[in-house]
């Protein structure tokens, strides 16, 4: 069974840093594209970041330069490096599996709440 | 970027009606066309993908449509455990989803 556990959301003041993980199980992190998808409270789905099998990675330009995604492969785990946060980056956070062939997000987290406030 | 947009943005019907969702891509996409339901408080959960290809596991009452910058996404008879959240999402270039339709009875 596979089982993508997040952590280390939490309240965060504006221009902070903070880094979030999800570890995987019955699922190879380094076989696989990576994703994390945000979700603002009472909003829609909007997809953050990806890193693809081969390593390359890709951010929506509302992150782009503040956000870097990555991978241990001994560890299984995916993370997030969050920083200079806003009051907008305040959402839900799930990393998901997404088929290689398919572009489909199969396997999601339970997510994590980051919340940007002072 | 590709935009998706999605009509309409919310929606009521009895239960036993069919549902239908549009989906529009702000460019060609081929058929690189996902959709996802979403229920209050948890993670979304695949049902179509490619358009128009049924998940496993998915009941037969869930049905999508379309290629190029139009697509559709149908619940034949809608049943009470449908209420959630249903969005479109393309993968033709990185990924973005649509803004969501909320489905609830009347």
């Known amino acids: 069974e596979v089982q993508l556990v997040e952590s280390g959301g939490g309240l965060i003041q504006p221009g902070g840093s903070l880094r979030l993980s999800c570890a995987a199980s019955g699922f190879t992190v380094s076989s696989n594209y990576m994703s994390w998808v945000r979700q603002a409270p009472g909003k829609g789905l909007e997809w953050v970041s990806v890193i693809y099998s081969g390593g390359s990675t890709y951010y929506a330009d509302s992150v782009k330069g503040r956000f870097t995604i990555s991978r241990d492969n001994s560890k299984n785990t995916l993370y997030l490096q969050m920083n200079s946060l806003r009051a907008e980056d305040t959402a839900v956070y799930y990393c998901?599996?997404?088929?290689?062939?398919?572009?489909?997000?199969?396997?999601w987290g339970q997510g994590t709440l980051v919340t940007v406030s002072s | 970027d590709i935009q998706m947009t999605q009509s309409p943005s919310s929606l009521s019907a009895s239960v036993g009606d069919r549902v239908t969702i549009t989906c529009q891509a702000s460019q060609d996409i081929s058929n690189y066309l996902n959709w996802y339901q979403q229920k209050p408080g948890k993670a979304p959960k695949l049902l179509i993908y490619?358009?128009?290809n049924l998940e496993t596991g998915v009941p037969s009452r869930f049905s999508g449509s379309g290629s190029g910058t139009d697509f559709t996404f149908t619940i034949s008879s809608l049943q009470p455990e449908d209420i959630a959240t249903y969005y479109c999402q393309q993968y033709d270039n990185l990924f973005t989803f649509g803004p969501g339709t909320k489905v609830d009875i009347k």
């Open positions: 490619d358009a128009s």
């Open positions: 998901a599996g997404v088929d290689t062939d398919h572009g489909k997000f199969d396997y």
